[in-house]
């Protein structure tokens, strides 16, 4: 493996992909044919052999390379790769949304399903047991809030805190802010999935999977690049 300038402008060939990652040329060849691996959509970047593609594709490669190590085969990766590129493509439209205010999205949409509005309590009627009697007192006790939080709320279900979870991890300089970002890849019915671990998901748990493949994210992008 070789290290390479990082640069989100960039544009590689599959030969720097493939010194960059240590995946041969050939299977490179047929990932993008496949469609596992994407060319950087620009006029003039290049057919075949000579076509051209971002750092997202290396990013991408390099985690489909760490996955085949585990004995993932060619549909398995698909699946992830497919998953990565419609997350880019989605999470690319909104390049506003910080891990900030992903998280406060997130908050806000627990919060709203966890307590009621204060005008539907009755007198008498909280429950004992819950940390706010209502949404409003929830609201008060976690301070200035985004305005873009509540902007994105009304669309930001799990799907989109999923995706934009992703994107943050994978596809954004904060890769090299923390050696210990982990990504949990599990089946959810007949497809190969991932879920960062400290995500916190009502439909998915790590202690209720029943098997998991565990890869932590940095180690394996963090030796491509030179800073």
Known sequence: MVPIPFNT????????????TGVDRELLAYWSKEGLLLAAESEG?????????????IHIAALLKELGLYGVQTAGLKQVAQLLWSVLAFCSQ?????????????????????????????????????????????????????????????????????????YLDLFTPAIFDDFDTRWLFTHAGDG???????????????????????????RVIRPIWMR
């Open 9 to 20: 402008d960039g544009r590689y060939t599959r030969q720097q992909i493939a010194e960059a």
């Open 45 to 57: 970047l290049g057919k075949g052999k000579y076509r051209l593609f971002g750092f997202e594709a």
């Open 94 to 166: 909104h390049p506003d949304i910080t891990e900030e205010v992903r998280f406060q999205a997130a908050s806000l949409r627990r919060a709203r399903t966890s307590y009621p509005v204060r005008a539907s309590v009755a007198p008498g009627t909280e429950d004992p047991d819950a940390a706010f009697s209502c949404f409003e007192d929830w609201l008060e006790s976690h301070g200035k809030i985004d305005p873009k939080a509540f902007e994105i709320e009304p669309w930001f279900d799990e799907e989109a805190d999923l995706a934009f979870a992703l």
């Open 192 to 218: 190969l999935i991932a879920i960062p671990e400290n995500l916190n998901l009502a439909s998915f748990r790590p202690e209720h999977l029943r098997s998991h493949i565990m890869i932590n994210l940095p």
